[in-house]
């Protein structure tokens, strides 16, 4: 078995502040990723990371930087945070190639103020 | 462009029912379909996936069936119980690595 941890779980900013996310994973996973979830919206992929140093866009990555340090940790930027943003980012991992089963972590809640 | 569809957006049934949730999708080429389920506060887990080279997957209460043809699947979850009470997304992926598509997710609450 294995964990994801997300720090902070929860994260208050202000307009225009650049705030980071972290991720970590024991899963010893290749790859990594950051959704945005919204009320009503679903998940959407902001970035993805299948080994270390690597780094790929996903549909939502405007306005977000990530870095994959190393293997087992995976950060989200958020460039620029707008007001009265509000969604939960989501981290998970996954075996190369088993993309469709990905363990999640609970999340970070953001709040911009 | 919202390439999978979930319907309906929330679902409510008493205990003992089967709950049916409806997913539906426009690209020909997704051929792999995980079901996830997330419960408040928490990320999603996966609950249980069907290929395309099947027509139905039964793990338990939980059922997947997946018709091709129509490019729709639907999952059932019999004698639902209040602890099933949770948001299940419907993903899809075309196999080789590629990323997941999430639809919009159906809220069930099971009542008892």
């Known amino acids: 078995g294995g964990i994801i941890t997300q720090t902070p779980k929860f994260l208050i900013g202000q307009e225009g502040q650049k705030l980071t996310l972290k991720c970590q994973q024991n899963?010893?996973?290749?790859?990594m990723y950051w959704y945005r979830q919204d009320s009503g919206k679903g998940l959407r992929l902001i970035y993805y990371?299948?080994?270390?140093?690597?780094?790929q866009k996903g549909d939502l990555s405007e306005g977000y930087d990530a870095s994959r340090e190393k293997k087992s940790s995976f950060s989200l930027t958020v460039t620029s945070a707008q007001k009265n943003e509000m969604a939960v980012f989501l981290c998970?991992?996954?075996?190369?190639?088993?993309?469709?089963?990905?363990?999640f972590g609970p999340g970070t809640r953001l709040t911009v103020l | 462009q919202q390439q999978v569809r979930q319907s309906p957006q929330s679902l409510t049934v008493w205990e003992g029912e089967t709950a049916i949730l409806n997913c539906s999708y426009e690209d020909s080429t997704f051929n792999y379909f995980p079901w996830y389920q997330q419960f408040p506060g928490e990320g999603p887990a996966l609950l249980i996936s069907i290929s395309s080279v099947s027509d139905k997957k039964e793990d338990g209460r939980f059922t997947i069936f997946f018709n091709k043809r129509e490019k729709k699947l639907s999952l059932h979850i019999t004698d639902s119980q209040p602890g099933d009470s949770a948001t299940y997304f419907c993903a899809a992926s075309t196999g080789s690595f590629n990323k997941l598509t999430f639809g919009a997710g159906t809220r069930l609450a099971v009542c008892p």
């Open positions: 899963f010893n996973h290749d790859t």
């Open positions: 998970a991992s996954s075996k190369r190639d088993r993309e469709d089963e990905q363990y």
């Open positions: 990371s299948i080994t270390e140093n690597d780094l």
